[in-house]
């Protein structure tokens, strides 16, 4: 059996960036990616890349000109309630929207350079030792980093919690034409049916987009034509599409960060933003913090730690939000404060696609108009 300091379960995102963690932080350290893939390979995604993202992948060392190349910035959002209130602005910071056919395979390519190996292999058993984890009785390694996504082999195994019912969504994406959208802007177009919902429109920069719909899962899952007819519903002008599908665990609270000698990463934390399904900032800044942590004394306390420093309040806010919003007016109104206030604008993406929490500025402007009351002080 083969020792390995560590042992990474998927080489996606949160996989690759936990990797080139570990070797930053410990460049002599033997490190491991499985998976069972063969890459470059698609993966379901929006693919949308926020500042935040890429923040954490330049502290690493990665180059970010390298990773983005052949995608264009998107400066503006436009931004679709429930109810039709429409908010359009532009960014703080320019997001990106990277295929994670590309994006995926750099960032393997990152954590191979810094001196990770890669392993074809698909998972199926794990066993914990007093020295560590057993992977297939052909691996063995003192702390094992699960971030092999919503299906996550490592996160059963280890007896790690699932997400609970009411807390997963689905989607279906496809790829198109850009022509009936502009290149530079990003776009939700959020429904009262099926709430909470909406679909998206992600230019990539190359001429074409990221297309999709997507519907927190009730009692039972959503065909796929009612999801490929949602779609179509709220984006009438989009032409039919090739699309595929995937789950999506939404963040609670407090993340299940994994058990013992067995870390969890990404999705297979069920790290999901409830309020957008955003999920790569999680996947990367996750990934980042526990392949550092697997490199101290004590991986586990360290990761949940760390963790906790770096996203805990601000997953309380948003598992907070994704309560209050479980019905659509709530939504209505943030979507006003947006269009009215650049500053409230910029917080609600702070907390979609970062780690930004409620300020009290942004509740006043949220719920002043709701009480009939005026002169919010924030500027924009």
Same mark, same amino acid.
């Given at each position: ?81 429930? %109810?039709? *209130?429409? !908010? $359009? ?5 320019? =997001?990106? &929207?990277? @295929?994670?056919?590309?994006?995926? #395979? ?80 990003? %776009?939700? *177009?959020? !429904? $009262? ?5 909406? =679909?998206? &429109?992600? @230019?990539?920069?190359?001429?074409? #987009? ?171």
């Amino acid at each position: 059996m083969t020792v390995w300091d560590l042992i990474v379960v998927g080489a996606g995102p949160a996989g690759s960036t936990a990797a080139l963690a570990a070797m930053r932080a410990n460049p002599a350290a033997r490190v491991v990616m499985l998976d069972a893939a063969e890459f470059p390979r698609d993966k379901v995604c929006g693919d949308g890349v926020a500042p935040q993202a890429l923040d954490v992948l330049a502290a690493l060392g990665v180059d970010i000109a390298t990773l983005t190349a052949d995608t264009a910035p998107i400066h503006n959002l436009r931004l679709t309630s429930p %109810r039709g *209130v429409t !908010a $359009a602005r532009q960014f703080a910071r320019p =997001a990106s &929207v990277v @295929p994670r056919e590309l994006l995926d #395979a750099r960032l393997l390519t990152a954590a191979r350079t810094a001196g990770a190996e890669l392993r074809q292999h698909r998972v199926r058993s794990l066993t914990q030792t007093a020295s560590g984890v057993d992977i297939d009785g052909a691996f063995h390694a003192r702390t094992v980093i699960g971030a092999d996504g919503a299906e996550s082999v490592v996160r059963r195994q280890c007896g790690a919690r699932s997400a609970k019912a009411g807390t997963i969504a689905i989607a279906l994406r496809g790829y198109t034409s850009a022509d009936p959208w502009p290149a530079g802007e990003q %776009r939700l *177009v959020m !429904a $009262a049916a099926h709430w909470p919902a909406y =679909a998206w &429109v992600f @230019p990539i920069g190359d001429g074409t #987009a990221n297309v999709g719909y997507g519907e927190l899962i009730r009692t039972n899952p959503p065909t796929r034509a009612h999801l490929t007819q949602r779609l179509h519903e709220l984006l009438p002008d989009c032409p039919p599409l090739d699309l595929r599908g995937h789950r999506l665990p939404l963040s609670p609270g407090r993340p299940n960060a994994g058990q013992n000698h067995v870390l969890l990463a990404g999705d297979a934390a069920s790290l999901i933003n409830p309020l957008t399904g955003e999920g790569i900032y999680y996947a990367v800044l996750s990934g980042f913090l526990a392949g550092t942590a697997a490199m101290s004394p004590d991986p586990a306390d360290q990761y949940r730690r760390s963790l906790r420093g770096e996203l805990g309040r601000h997953l309380r806010h948003t598992d907070a939000l994704a309560r209050l919003t479980r019905t659509p007016r709530l939504v209505d109104l943030a979507t006003r404060a947006a269009r009215d206030h650049q500053r409230a604008f910029d917080d609600l993406v702070e907390i979609g696609l970062g780690a930004g929490t409620i300020s009290p500025a942004l509740a006043g402007a949220v719920l002043k108009p709701a009480l009939n009351v005026s002169g919010w002080t924030g500027k924009g």
